[in-house]
């Protein structure tokens, strides 16, 4: 019956408050391996910087926690927002580009985290598929569509070229994926309710940081 | 005169409106390439998703643009929000970590971006320093703090395992860097008003990914 309960809450999570919720889950594992046993909202808000109402009603939006008057147990807290982000269920994810970003993130250990993993990799480049060294499924670009429907794959990342990533985003959407990593250096576009995007600009994000200079003392 | 009024202007800009003017600046470069000559601020706004009178009030945080009775002059606000955010004073950048993806984005030739320059590279493995092909500088991870303060390098990457993330945040602002694009897996601190930080999480992009499609149908 709980189960069912917190299904049934998922619907309405505006996405502001998801993203919240996982950096909140991702301080909250910190904390259960600092060995911290409690928080209250107001030592969650010192470690986010974000205002302790805003905490409070986000895990409320993930349903009943339980007694919070002597603050969040972290561990219980881990567990609920693991529970019920749906980060419990392991989605299959896609990487579309070996070039040497795509290589870098197919290599990374970090990447085998909660509710996602990398089950199949993708290159125009036959040549690519055939030197790179990993256990993950390789294939050629243009069988995205079928492998990432047999598969069942969820989630996808761009790191190809500008120039190619919006051909490849088309091409994920028409295979059936419900989220998209693009790390490509240009914007992609996605039809309207088709899947969810999140875009990394490294170059983007040196510029903002170039203007916060440029703009005032630090 | 203009220059001067300009360099006063600048100290009172809030960050949020700093990181949505170079979103700003992104998408003027892409329409400058595409030929469009002007536009108004509502099909700016219809480009970028945030509401006109947003746009129209963050560039008015530039200074005075001149005539937008007819919308803005695309080549004109590029060049206004080019000089304006300080992306036209060129920052040394430098990167700390030539692992997979330190290498990767040092021969990423997405990095030629307006407002900064790669000119020093760091690790703290000494064969690596020796094996790597590149054409910018590279030094032992111990003498981060001197060459940051010899070459007047104000961004600094960190791309190193999460255990040595804060280490090397705190050579960095010990060299006087004013801001920093960590891309390692784990948040780093710095003092107050010490410098500007950036996060680049790519695993946590994927989990963000992950809890939206777990939580409701795209």
Same mark, same amino acid.
């Given at each position: 019956m709980v189960k069912y309960f917190t299904i049934t809450m998922k619907t309405s999570i505006p996405t502001p408050a998801i993203i919240r919720l996982c950096s909140l889950y991702q301080l909250v594992c910190r904390?259960?391996?600092?060995g911290?046993?409690? #928080?209250?909202?107001t030592e969650l808000a010192r470690r986010t910087g974000l205002p302790a109402h805003t905490i409070r009603k986000d895990i409320s939006f993930l349903g009943e926690i339980g007694d919070t008057g002597a603050g969040y147990e972290i561990s219980r807290l881990r567990n609920h927002l693991f529970s019920n982000l749906g980060l419990k269920r392991e989605k299959k994810a896609c990487l579309? !580009?070996? !070039?040497?970003l795509g290589a870098a993130i197919l290599a990374s250990p970090n990447l085998a985290g909660e509710g996602f993993r990398i089950a199949a990799a993708f290159d125009s480049d036959v040549n690519k598929l055939e030197t790179i060294k990993t256990a993950i499924m390789v294939f050629p670009s243009h069988e995205i569509v079928d492998?990432?429907?047999?598969m069942t794959i969820e989630l996808g990342i761009i790191a190809v070229p500008a120039d190619h990533a919006q051909e490849i985003a088309d091409?994920?959407? #028409? !295979?059936?994926?419900?989220?998209?990593?693009n790390i490509a250096p240009t914007p992609i576009t996605v039809p309207a309710g088709g899947c969810f995007?999140?875009?990394i600009d490294i170059a983007g994000e040196l510029?903002?940081?170039?203007?916060?200079? !440029?703009?005032?003392? #630090?």
């Amino acid at each position: 019956m709980v189960k069912y309960f917190t299904i049934t809450m998922k619907t309405s999570i505006p996405t502001p408050a998801i993203i919240r919720l996982c950096s909140l889950y991702q301080l909250v594992c910190r904390m259960e391996k600092e060995g911290i046993p409690r #928080a209250s909202s107001t030592e969650l808000a010192r470690r986010t910087g974000l205002p302790a109402h805003t905490i409070r009603k986000d895990i409320s939006f993930l349903g009943e926690i339980g007694d919070t008057g002597a603050g969040y147990e972290i561990s219980r807290l881990r567990n609920h927002l693991f529970s019920n982000l749906g980060l419990k269920r392991e989605k299959k994810a896609c990487l579309v !580009g070996l !070039g040497r970003l795509g290589a870098a993130i197919l290599a990374s250990p970090n990447l085998a985290g909660e509710g996602f993993r990398i089950a199949a990799a993708f290159d125009s480049d036959v040549n690519k598929l055939e030197t790179i060294k990993t256990a993950i499924m390789v294939f050629p670009s243009h069988e995205i569509v079928d492998i990432v429907r047999k598969m069942t794959i969820e989630l996808g990342i761009i790191a190809v070229p500008a120039d190619h990533a919006q051909e490849i985003a088309d091409r994920l959407v #028409a !295979g059936g994926i419900r989220g998209i990593l693009n790390i490509a250096p240009t914007p992609i576009t996605v039809p309207a309710g088709g899947c969810f995007v999140r875009n990394i600009d490294i170059a983007g994000e040196l510029r903002i940081l170039s203007a916060m200079i !440029g703009n005032k003392k #630090a």
